[in-house]
């Protein structure tokens, strides 16, 4: 396994926490079915799975030394269902 660190601040906390809770955003970076793709800006979209079940969308930038820096999540649509499914 592999460890990830994570910048939280009231900037990005605040708003991560209305839609799910830090742990549950943190677990779905292990999941090991987890389908990433880069979009623009130097972001990731992230369709994974949390460790109590629930499927996540979460987009991302990664930072120096491997540290990253969650800019929104929210639970998947079908669609995105569907394409982590396939993988």
């Known amino acids: 396994m592999f460890y990830i660190?994570?910048?939280?601040?009231?900037?990005?906390?605040?708003?991560?926490?209305?839609?799910?809770?830090l742990e549950e955003v943190e677990s779905a970076f292990y999941d090991p079915k987890?389908?990433?793709?880069?979009?623009?800006?130097?972001?990731y979209q992230t369709l994974a799975r949390s460790s109590s079940g629930r499927y996540l969308f979460i987009v991302?930038?990664?930072?120096?030394?491997?540290?990253?820096r969650v800019i929104s999540v929210r639970d998947m649509t079908r669609r995105n269902k569907r394409n982590y499914k396939r993988k």
């Open 5 to 21: 660190e994570f910048e939280w601040d009231e900037g990005n906390e605040f708003k991560i926490r209305q839609r799910a809770s």
């Open 60 to 68: 991302y930038q990664k930072k120096a030394k491997g540290i990253i």
């Open 34 to 43: 987890r389908n990433t793709r880069r979009t623009l800006f130097n972001r």
